[in-house]
């Protein structure tokens, strides 16, 4: 009775529907970024400098592992695999970076380093920038087939985090890899730590 009147899944319906869901998080982010925040004043001199580049490949090159492990995880019984190693890199990485900044720096200016001036809200500015591919993301794996709910969960709520940070890129003044070591990184992980908590509700099926 179960099989009865079963219709072939669409050709592509995963690809589909993160692909869409990631352009609403993005879009979303982006749009609440601007309402809220605003775009930083000096972006067209930002943007020149490759500190800028290297700021914004962090999220980036953690929303490609977070993707991977979100698709993976979208399917019944399924592992991370591969992502895990996308997602320790950028980190170890941009903490290698920390510690040579904070050990270059003056001892005077090792707390402006790493605190920067926007250490309090950071996080929680990426937290509210998360929401729009919060809800997104997970409405698209939630119609998928999701087995390892707290897992999926978390790999989805870091997606969001990520394209959150993306966004949120365009906006924070902080320029020392020293300060997304910490703090951007709390930040994606506090959405990640909310979508573990929610996964197993949210991705039942």
Known sequence: MLAKDIEPVKKNTLARLLTGSLLLALTGAAVLMAMVF?????????????????????PLSLSVGAAIATSRLSRPAASVGVAWVILILPVACVWMAG????????????AVAIFGQSWRSCPFNILLLSIPGFIAIFYAVAHLAPTRLRLAGAASGLLAGTVATVAYCFHCPEMSPAFWSIWYLLGMAIVAALGALLGPRLLRW
């Open 99 to 110: 510690i040579a900044v904070v050990g270059a720096a003056a001892p005077a200016d090792r």
């Open 38 to 58: 605003g775009v930083r004043p000096d972006l067209s001199s930002a943007i020149a400098t490759p500190i800028f580049w290297e700021k914004l490949a962090f």
